[in-house]
């Protein structure tokens, strides 16, 4: 029997599985009950200083077995937020408070509430919108990403994740202006379109939205192995899975763990324990005794 | 998205209008779909008519159920789904409890065997009396301006509830509420078609979710063992922001 326990800059999880930020993470008691259903941890919708209603509808397109949503950030503000980490907590297992802001000190206090409330680890939001407009993310910018980093890591005390954009033209450049971060988390959504042909217009109110799920596995396995090989820090590898060999060929990529969001609308929250099941078989047949012994082993 | 086209109007009361159209795709009754009025927005409508032609119930809130208030046939709006899960229907003597607009979700499961206790503010607001016989209709209006002065979960201790092999249940959510506290204490078998705030309909944004349950795909119909130990049914729901507000309803 394999051992699919794995961890994360330093916080064990019970298995390789994680809620991704953005999915079923906005209300404590949804949080409780995925992970009631299998998943290892938690991590929280991103949340700002201050609440944001985002976008009226529509805000999601369905894209085949994925999605393209513009949600656009809709939370309640850090300061509504304590009550789900804490209905969140009583399943015993990691909650990461996602955050997102376009400045470091913004940052820092939203980090500095998420460990006060309790959250393992804080999980960085760097696909936000650049105060400098253009449609530019802050993780787009590797000066403001290093200083982001430097400043959360200097002022709190939980790990720091920083979840980088697949939007960039040099993923390496980023990565390591993000380097005194815990984890890397890899990858935030592409950037992407729908148009109904009879309507003649974007669906999306807001006309922009992220593609998430299968579609964009493929992306996410790259960066995954491309940041492992270069920088050999810990990932978690978020994009697209759904089955079982989705989250091992992440692993051998170089993940230590991988988030799952989109698969909840495919398979719905059984996807975690399938997963399991699944991946347990798999191990026990190709001889690999813990997750470990998987991580990046398909590094050349 | 399907683009639909309006075939007929049925006005049902002041700000309340039927639109009938055809859309081949098998819809069970309490399922709802997602309501596209491009430039608009997207709203989620359950079916008053779930056979050939289809039908949604509309009553004007926002500006996206307005636009359909005002449309007239050959008018076209988008849908996606259907999605959810509807009621689980038996054969026998049936209750449904509608208030307000809810009654038009519950049309669909109506048979000859169906009781129907309609509730609404007051007599103006009342819709779909006419579509039962006297003797299997009851009346409710919390003004008294019709029927029963007061609330369903009031009104229910006039009846005999064991008669009834299921009771269906859609209304403002402290409405079903009460319903469910009521017909919990006598043990009565029942559903409940709860509506909460939504944004993406398919179960992943979180919007309408109630303990855990997503509306939009666990629901929007519960059974009533679902509801009774729910941490958040009658008690709290979240804003369109995410914010937890709390009912205020014991």
């Not at chain 1, 802050?138 to 979840?163: C, H, R």
């Not at chain 2, 509807?86 to 499961?109: C, D, T, V, W, Y």
């Not at chain 2, 559903?191 to 629901?219: A, H, N, Y």
Request: hydrophobic content about 40%; proline content about 4%; charged content about 25%.
């Amino acid at each position: 029997m394999a051992d699919l326990s794995t961890s994360v800059a330093g916080i064990r999880l019970e298995n390789p599985l994680m809620l991704a930020s953005g999915i079923l993470d906005e209300n404590g008691y949804t949080m409780l009950d995925v992970m009631n259903n299998g998943a290892a941890a938690v991590v929280t919708k991103s949340i700002g200083m201050e609440e944001r209603n985002g976008y009226s509808a529509p805000v999601i397109v369905e894209y085949g077995d994925s999605l393209i949503n513009a949600v656009g950030l809709s939370n309640p503000g850090i300061d509504n937020f304590a009550e789900e980490i804490r209905i969140a907590k009583r399943s015993g297992k990691p909650v990461i408070g996602s955050v997102f802001a376009s400045d470091a000190e913004s940052f820092v206090n939203l980090g500095r509430k998420m460990q006060e409330y309790g959250c393992d680890a804080v999980e960085l939001n760097l696909s936000c919108p650049h105060v400098k407009g253009f449609g530019l993310e802050v993780g787009s910018d590797p000066d403001l990403v290093e200083d982001i980093v430097n400043e959360m890591k200097s002022k709190i005390s939980v790990p720091v994740f920083a979840k980088l954009s697949p939007n960039v033209s040099d993923i390496i450049e980023i990565a390591k202006a993000a380097e005194k971060a815990d984890a890397y988390v890899l990858i935030n959504t592409v950037k992407a379109m729908k148009i109904d042909i009879r309507a003649r217009m974007p669906v999306l109110t807001n006309a922009y939205g992220g593609l998430s799920g299968p579609a964009i596995k493929p992306v996410g396995v790259r960066y995954v192995y491309e940041v492992k090989k270069e920088t050999g820090k810990d990932i978690i590898g978020v994009g697209g899975i759904t089955t079982y060999e989705d989250a091992v060929e992440y692993i051998m990529a170089g993940a230590s763990a991988v988030q799952i969001g989109t698969a909840l609308y495919t398979v719905g929250k059984s996807v975690f324990r399938n997963i399991i099941s699944q991946m347990n078989t798999f191990m026990d047949d190709e001889k690999f005794h813990s997750i470990q012994d998987m991580v990046g082993v398909a590094i050349r | 998205m399907n683009r639909i086209t309006v075939d007929q109007v049925r006005d049902e009361a002041k700000n309340v209008r039927t639109l009938f159209f055809r859309w081949d795709h098998d819809v069970k009754p309490g399922q709802f779909v997602m309501v596209w009025l491009p430039g608009l927005g997207e709203i989620p409508m359950s079916l008053s008519y779930v056979g050939s032609p289809k039908g949604i119930t509309v009553k004007a809130y926002g500006k996206v159920s307005q636009a359909m208030i005002d449309m007239e046939p050959g008018h076209e709006f988008y849908i996606r789904g259907p999605y959810g899960n509807g009621f689980q229907i038996e054969s026998g003597r049936k209750l449904i409890i509608g208030g307000g607009s809810g009654i038009a979700s519950l049309l669909p499961i109506a048979d000859s065997d169906t009781d129907a206790l309609i509730s609404a503010k007051t007599k103006e607001e009342l819709i779909f009396t006419d579509r039962f016989p006297e003797s299997r209709l009851f009346i409710a209006t919390d003004d008294g301006s019709e029927g029963f002065h007061g609330f369903p979960h009031e009104f229910l201790d006039r009846l005999d509830i064991s008669v009834y092999r299921k009771i269906y249940v859609c209304g403002p959510e402290p409405m079903l509420y009460r319903v469910m506290q009521k017909l919990a204490s006598m043990n009565a078998r029942a559903e409940f078609s709860l509506e909460r705030t939504m944004k993406c309909g398919i179960g992943i944004c979180d919007s309408c979710s109630v303990g855990g349950l997503q509306v939009c795909r666990q629901g929007p119909v519960f059974d009533i063992e679902q509801l009774r130990n729910n941490p958040e049914f009658g008690i709290s729901r979240t804003t369109y922001s995410g914010k937890r507000v709390y009912l205020n309803m014991k």
